[in-house]
């Protein structure tokens, strides 16, 4: 059974940062290509940033390009996505995904986490 598992969400003041994690488990699952998604209330859920060949290339959405950033431990199977400089407009549950064993194609991952909620106060 594959299991992404994210952590680290939580109530931040605009202007600060958090840090996500996503811990992968199940068979000899690589997680790669992999990522995160958000959805916000009354909206659909939206790509946020994506790494491949093991993080050589990443992909942002424009709305978080320079602030977030993609990582992974690759010895651990974790996953990162360091966010700066937080907007209220960031407030939303933020998925982990991967596309492990598929074709990278970025708005159909194959395996989600359940979610963890960040809240952007202003």
């Known amino acids: 059974q594959v299991q992404l598992v994210e952590s680290g969400g939580g109530l931040v003041q605009a202007g600060g940062s958090l840090r996500l994690s996503c811990a992968a488990s199940?068979?000899?699952?690589?997680?790669?290509?992999w990522g995160w998604f958000r959805q916000a209330p009354g909206k659909e859920r939206e790509f946020v940033a994506s790494?491949?060949?093991?993080?050589?290339?990443?992909d942002y959405a424009d709305a978080v390009k320079g602030r977030f950033t993609i990582s992974k431990d690759n010895a651990k199977n974790t996953g990162f996505l360091q966010m700066n400089s937080l907007k209220p407009e960031d407030t939303a549950v933020y998925y982990c995904?991967?596309?492990?064993?598929?074709?990278?194609?970025?708005?159909?991952?194959?395996?989600w986490g359940q979610g963890t909620q960040v809240t952007v106060s202003s």
């Open positions: 995904a991967s596309w492990s064993g598929r074709t990278y194609d970025k708005n159909s991952p194959g395996y």
């Open positions: 199940g068979r000899t699952f690589s997680m790669d290509p």
């Open positions: 790494a491949r060949s093991r993080g050589i290339i990443t």
